[in-house]
Structure formats: structure tokens, C-alpha cells
């Protein structure tokens, strides 16, 4: 008779909360301690995939980011840089640049219409300092004696500004010896000084620019900037001054042409004499009963006038032979009239 064996049972007894576990790591606390009082926090579960396979976005903090249509995420748009707005310094800058190019160019001005004209009255027999000329005057008599150069400097600086990186390095290297070229015609301007009174200072100007830019191209050179500068000034205005003194003696031509039918005619009433005679003027005495004036000049014509002062030419001037009359206008003491028109000038002076 087989004997079978017997089967013991034994009771399973609690897990000790403080006991630690297999591993040897103390048990995680599954309920509110005695002494901190926590609640452990709930856990989470994953996100449930988007349709197509997709993860689905996060809903953390962070930038938004969308879903284009078949399940790819397109990044965020990127927040404005304030790096591309124009910075105090940046603005600061392209105000100091305008101007000093418009201080330039009021000087540039201003130096061509007091050659000018001094090159006019020069050419007159006069000096432009009996005049008593202003700023202003100045300034405009050579607005219209400027437009055209000044256009064509300002395509030029901009056809070069626009093109200046395509010139081929083989040109770039031949600019470097422009100075030569320059050097070379100061040396030929005393034995034609005529033929080059405008031509050599603008071959200074440009080829000292142009030594500058193909010296400086792959490397800023300030130091040799500005010497570039210094001397392309110079030329500036020298090349103003020739230019200048051109068109001043086309003016006093002009103004020698048209003394006669060009300058408005003037009659001269006065109390006094005032000794005009002789270059086609003349001198008749007022009849009229009650007139306050009693001395007629006609023959006249109106030169300039500043201020009070006015300065006339008898009709028959020229600047080899000829007497400017300055006179003062001294209110009721004399009178003046303005007279147009061609049948008044072939009988003013019978």
C-alpha cells in the first residue's frame, strides 16, 4: 500500500510598507504617508496617434505647430528677427552721408556762381565785388549752368555703383595704374592750357578714383581713401572753376551782344544833373509847368540792381568803351521809368 504525501498549506501574510522590495529598493508609496501627506500624481497616458500613422502634435509648451493635409507637420513660422528693422546707428549713418553729399554740392554751388560770374565781369572790364552780390544770388546763377553736368555725373556714378562687380580682374588691375594717367596730364596742361582747361582736372578726378577702387577692392584701405578723397576734391573743383570760367565769358558775350535790344530800356528823372553823357545817351531838359524834376536821361539801359542800387549802361556800351552809371534811389529825389518795346527805342533820344 502506496503512501501518499502529504500537502501543507500556509497562510500569505501582508507586504510590510516599509519592508523593502526583491530588488532591494524600498517599495513606491501607493497612498498618503503619515508625514508628507502627498498624493501621488495620476498617470498620464500617450497621445492616441493622429489618422494616417502620424504621432499627434504635442500639447505641451512650446511654438504651435499644424498639420498639413496626409499627416506631415509643418514647422512653426519663425518669430520677426529685429535684427531686419533699421537700426539708430544704421539711420544715424545714411543721415550723415546725405549731408555731407548735400554740403558738397551747396558748396560746388556756390564756387561755380562766384567764378562765373567773376569770369563775366571780368570779361566786362569789371569785378563782380561792385555788384554786392549774396549768398543767394550766387547760388542762383549757377542753378541753370548745372544741370546738365550734374545729370550726367549722377548716371555715371550710378551705372558704376550698379556695375562695379562685373568688371573682369584683368581691367580691375590695369585701374591700379590709373594715376599715371593722371599724373601725365597735369604734365601736358602748361603747354596747352586751352585745350585742357577742363579735360586734365576731370582725368585727376577719375583716376584717382579709379587707382582708389582697384587698390581697395579686396581689401578697405581707409588710410588711402582718404587721401583719394582729398585729392578728387581738389580736382572737383578745379574742374569747376574751368568750367566755370567757360561759361562766364559766353555770358559776357552775350551781354555785349544784347546791350542795345537786350536789357530793358530806363528813362531817369532827377532833380539834379547827374552828368550822363555820351554812348548813345541823352540828356533833355522838362518843360512841363509843376513838375517836380527838371533833367530827362534816356538812352539807358538797366544792368543790375542790388538793394537801392542801380547800375546803367547807355545803349551804345561795350566793355572796351563804355561808362556804368550806379545810382541810388533816393525816393521822391528822382524817378525812373521802364520802357518795353521797339518803336520807344528808335525814338528815345531824337
Known amino acids: 500500500m502506496t503512501r501518499r504525501p502529504r500537502l501543507r498549506l500556509r497562510r500569505a501574510t501582508p507586504p510590510d510598507p516599509g519592508a523593502p522590495a526583491s530588488g532591494g529598493a524600498p517599495a513606491p508609496a501607493t497612498g498618503p504617508g503619515p508625514d508628507t501627506g502627498q498624493v501621488p500624481a495620476a498617470r498620464t497616458s500617450p497621445p492616441a496617434p493622429a489618422p494616417g500613422g502620424a504621432p499627434a502634435p504635442a500639447t505641451g509648451p512650446g511654438p504651435a505647430t499644424t498639420t498639413a493635409p496626409g499627416g506631415t507637420a509643418t514647422p512653426p513660422a519663425p518669430a520677426p528677427d529685429d535684427a531686419t528693422a533699421p537700426a539708430p546707428g544704421r539711420v544715424a ?11 558738397l554740392f551747396t558748396a560746388v554751388l556756390f564756387y561755380f556762381g562766384w567764378a562765373s560770374t567773376d569770369a563775366e565781369t571780368k570779361a566786362l572790364g569789371l569785378r563782380d565785388n561792385l555788384f554786392r552780390l549774396s549768398t543767394a544770388d550766387y547760388l542762383l546763377r549757377s542753378v541753370n549752368a548745372l544741370y546738365l553736368p550734374v ?4 548716371v555715371l556714378a550710378f551705372g558704376a555703383y550698379a556695375g562695379h562687380r562685373r568688371v573682369p580682374e584683368p581691367v580691375v588691375r590695369g585701374m591700379r595704374w590709373a594715376w599715371v594717367g593722371a599724373l601725365g596730364a597735369v604734365g601736358v596742361y602748361p603747354l596747352a592750357p586751352g585745350v585742357g582747361e577742363v579735360a586734365v582736372p576731370l582725368a585727376v578726378l577719375v583716376g584717382v578714383l579709379l587707382t582708389a577702387y582697384a587698390r581697395t577692392r579686396d581689401a578697405p584701405r581707409p588710410r588711402l581713401w582718404a587721401l583719394a578723397l582729398l585729392l578728387a576734391v581738389v580736382a572737383l573743383f578745379w574742374s569747376v572753376y574751368a568750367y566755370a570760367g567757360i561759361v562766364g565769358r559766353g555770358r559776357a558775350a552775350d551781354t555785349a551782344r544784347s546791350v542795345a535790344g537786350g536789357l530793358p530800356a530806363v528813362v531817369v528823372f532827377s532833380e539834379k544833373d547827374l552828368l550822363i553823357r555820351g554812348g548813345g545817351s541823352c540828356l533833355s531838359l522838362v518843360a512841363e509847368k509843376g513838375s517836380p524834376y527838371r533833367y530827362r536821361y534816356a538812352g539807358l539801359r538797366l544792368f543790375h540792381v542790388s538793394g537801392d542800387r542801380l547800375y546803367l549802361v547807355p545803349r551804345h556800351w561795350a566793355p572796351w ?5 550806379v545810382l541810388e534811389d533816393k525816393g521822391d529825389k528822382m524817378r525812373l521809368e521802364y520802357v518795353s518795346g521797339r518803336v520807344y527805342r528808335s525814338r528815345e533820344c531824337p
Open 151 to 154: 545729370l550726367v555725373a549722377a
Open 321 to 325: 568803351d563804355g561808362t556804368l552809371h
Open 93 to 103: 549713418e545714411l543721415l550723415g552721408t546725405f549731408g555731407s553729399l548735400l554740403s
